[in-house]
């Protein structure tokens, strides 16, 4: 079965530092890769996928992430971050089996200092 | 644009109720699913539905079953509700291909008491 590990439940960063939220997965075949976020008290909604057009996805929000095979990776990325994104993000994968279901890590928590 | 509706966001039940979930989405889409969320354990799931009538368990369907009368709608059912099941639920849909986006409602608060 696949997994998703996302180091970190918690990432503090300054305004305008930049923002880098860890992601690893496992899987026996090319996967599909998903990053959503969660505002508080909200549903999740979708940052980016990777699909295998491109190893780097570019998303909304000024957020991107890099697909790297060799370190089974698809970090997240964003120059310079802005209060606004304060928020919980979730890396998940795309199942290969009939369910068509996400698995999804434990999420991490982006806290924005002033 | 596409919509997930939750029909509660906030609901306050007793031990030993019977709890529906009522989730509804406008895209025709052939996939639904109840996930539930819990800090530091992300998102699981707890039954999915590939097509009306048609149902799934996911990683942990103790305690919940799901009904799929028509393809628009989902209901998640906790049949006797217990203090352990107080969470958020997230109802999701998703077309069919493995790299489509699921889409999520805004989240149902359920606490037992």
């Known amino acids: 079965a696949q997994s998703v590990t996302q180091l970190g439940s918690h990432v503090s960063v300054s305004e305008g530092a930049l923002v880098l939220l860890r992601c690893n997965y496992s899987?026996?075949?090319?996967?599909?890769l998903f990053w959503y976020v969660q505002y508080p008290n909200q549903g999740l909604q979708l940052l980016l996928k990777?699909?295998?057009?491109?190893?780097l996805v570019k998303g909304i929000n000024g957020f991107e992430a890099e697909f790297k095979k060799s370190e089974t990776s698809f970090h997240l990325t964003k120059p310079s971050a802005h209060m606004s994104d304060a928020a919980e993000y979730f890396c998940?994968?795309?199942?290969?089996?009939?369910?068509?279901?996400?698995?999804f890590g434990s999420g991490t928590r982006l806290l924005v200092r002033p | 644009d596409v919509k997930v509706t939750q029909s509660s966001r906030y609901l306050v039940k007793r031990t030993g109720e019977k709890v529906f979930l009522e989730c509804v989405q406008d895209?025709?889409?052939?996939?639904m699913f109840w996930y539930r969320q819990d800090p530091g354990l992300g998102l699981r799931l707890i039954y999915f539905?590939?097509?009306?009538?048609?149902?799934e368990k996911g990683d942990i369907p103790e305690g919940y079953s799901v009904s799929r009368e028509k393809k628009e709608r989902f209901s998640l059912i906790l049949e006797s509700a217990s203090t352990n099941q107080t969470s958020m639920y997230l109802c999701?849909?998703?077309?069919?291909?493995?790299?489509?986006?699921?889409?999520f409602g805004e989240g149902s608060w359920l606490t037992v008491v």
């Open positions: 990777y699909t295998s057009a491109a190893t």
């Open positions: 895209m025709d889409h052939e996939n």
């Open positions: 999701a849909s998703r077309q069919g291909g493995y790299s489509d986006t699921i889409y």
């Open positions: 899987s026996s075949v090319p996967p599909y």
């Open positions: 539905s590939y097509d009306v009538k048609m149902k």
């Open positions: 998940a994968v795309s199942e290969k089996d009939s369910s068509y279901k996400l698995i």
